[in-house]
């Protein structure tokens, strides 16, 4: 890679796109001038990122709400109903703005972290995964979508139990396998419930919390494998 190509990749890149992402960063060793690029970058996106940071609402404007809907009731006339209208249409942007939207996912990265943590949470071999003979059959049976494991891109991973759990208001599948003493989970969801798009037969990558998650997409079910 050249330092043209490292700027367009800078401009469009693809985070998740492994194997451009790293002859990108192999120049950028090489390439002082490159590597100040990346590293201003980087600064930007954090710097943008911590900009719009979740902030609590402070609790007095709740309480300036929460006092005309008590004194909505109280008054009359056209005054009143407009002041009941005002509180009204607060509480609906209040509930809009700060309740997430249900069974799906705003991007790979928030995807990413919710099935970290649910690996983090429930990767133990008992008593919460029963025992699968048959990957498809107990899929077809529990997650009531077909779905098939043939191969995984990690070691020679072979496979401990399953069980169904909810993230997000959408059912996945949590597959549990095992390396030796490295345990890896395999999350199986349908691709209409996450919310957003996967190119088919395309290999993601991200790290969360220093967990490595690869994330694909086949026949219509997404898959997510942490390692």
Request: glycine share 8%; aromatic share 10%; hydrophobic share 40%.
């Amino acid at each position: 890679m050249d330092c043209a190509t490292f700027s367009s990749w800078l401009e469009n890149r693809d985070t998740y796109d492994l194997s451009e992402a790293d002859r990108a960063m192999k120049h950028a060793v090489q390439c002082a001038k490159c590597k100040d690029l990346l590293q201003k970058d980087e600064e930007l996106d954090r710097f943008v990122a911590k900009m719009f940071q979740y902030e609590m609402m402070d609790k007095r404007m709740y309480g300036k709400i929460d006092r005309s809907l008590g004194e909505s009731g109280r008054k009359r006339g056209i005054k009143g109903g407009l002041a009941a209208a005002v509180a009204m249409v607060a509480v609906v942007a209040l509930f809009f703005a700060f309740t997430p939207s249900p069974g799906s996912f705003s991007s790979m990265d928030e995807f990413g972290r919710y099935i970290v943590q649910e690996h983090q949470n429930h990767g133990r071999i008992t008593p919460l995964f029963e025992k699968i003979d048959n990957v498809e059959g107990w899929g077809r049976d529990n997650l009531h979508k077909s779905f098939k494991v043939n191969t995984l891109p990690a070691g020679n991973l072979k496979i401990v139990g399953g069980r169904i759990c909810t993230i997000k208001d959408c059912e996945f599948a949590h597959l549990l396998y095992q390396d030796g003493k490295e345990i890896y989970s395999l999350f199986v969801v349908s691709e209409g419930e996450i919310g957003f798009n996967l190119e088919p037969g395309r290999m993601y990558s991200l790290t969360v919390a220093g967990v490595e998650l690869h994330v694909w997409q086949k026949q219509k079910m997404v898959y997510a494998l942490t390692s």
